[in-house]
């Protein structure tokens, strides 16, 4: 329990508590208290239904209520009941209703109501309430302007206003509209310089003006006005 079990690194998440949560690509998770300093090991049993679904680890986050959830490449979402010490899984279970659509969690986010908010690769995005434990999937849908733009979802934000912003492979960037659960979508445009610079996007994070800053894959960074709907590149 002295170091790392493994050195492929694909999420970095500190909680509440000063303790960092290391998601790695085949060793689990691994608990850091930047107090103490040993690390402990979160990995996949075989002999307990209990532990972690998948060794393989996309997603940490920590609620409001103080648990942890962990999204993985290939096994779906896992709920650490830390009190407990016990793992909830929730999976894709194909024509079950309310269920999660999508194993890979790439991206995990909380609303101000307590929602959860999972961006999976392939199964696009999902609503958790935790109060009917039941999911909402949202999916692209080619006959629907409205519906979100892509399926296969890199990053969640919710800034400051409480708005969630989806960050896309193919799709751009998305912007959940509650009232209605719709989306609106912004795309490269050829022929609009102030239109995003590419719909591959992997990162989204918010300055002090509230102004979005957009990491793309292959069209460098953007800065984007939400009061303008327009994008600078850099």
Same mark, same amino acid.
């Given at each position: ?5 493994? *050195? ?24 850091? !208290? %930047?107090?103490?300093? #040993? ?38 979402? &896992? ?16 024509? $079950? ?10 991206? =995990?986010?909380? *609303? ?32 629907? #302007?409205?519906? =979100? ?8 934000? =919710?800034? +400051?206003?409480?708005? %969630? ?24 445009? #050829? &022929? &609009? ?7 591959? $996007?992997?990162? =989204? ?17 953007? +800065?984007? !006005? #939400? ?8």
């Amino acid at each position: 329990n002295g170091s790392m079990n493994n *050195d492929s690194i694909a999420s970095l998440y500190e909680d509440k508590s000063g303790i960092l949560w290391i998601g790695t690509y085949g060793g689990g998770v691994n608990q850091l !208290d %930047l107090m103490r300093k #040993p690390f402990i090991h979160i990995h996949t049993t075989e002999q307990e239904s209990n532990s972690l679904s998948d060794n393989y680890i996309w997603s940490v986050y920590e609620d409001q209520s103080g648990d942890l959830w962990i999204g993985t490449f290939l096994g779906g979402l &896992n709920l650490y009941h830390r009190t407990e010490n016990r793992f909830e899984h929730f999976s894709d279970r194909s024509n $079950v209703p309310d269920a999660l659509k999508g194993n890979a969690v790439t991206s =995990i986010a909380e *609303d101000r109501s307590g929602n959860l908010w999972f961006g999976t690769y392939g199964g696009g995005l999902n609503r958790y309430d935790p109060r009917t434990s039941r999911f909402t999937n949202y999916l692209a849908s080619k006959s629907d #302007p409205r519906s =979100i733009s892509d399926n296969l979802v890199w990053k969640l934000h =919710i800034d +400051r206003r409480d708005q %969630l912003w989806i960050g896309t492979e193919l799709g751009g960037l998305n912007q959940f509209i509650k009232k209605s659960g719709t989306f609106v979508c912004y795309t490269h445009d #050829p &022929n &609009n310089r102030s239109s995003i610079s590419h719909n591959y $996007v992997l990162a =989204i994070q918010e300055d002090s003006s509230a102004k979005l800053w957009i990491g793309t894959y292959g069209g460098g960074l953007n +800065r984007f !006005d #939400p009061g303008t709907g327009t994008f600078t590149h850099y």
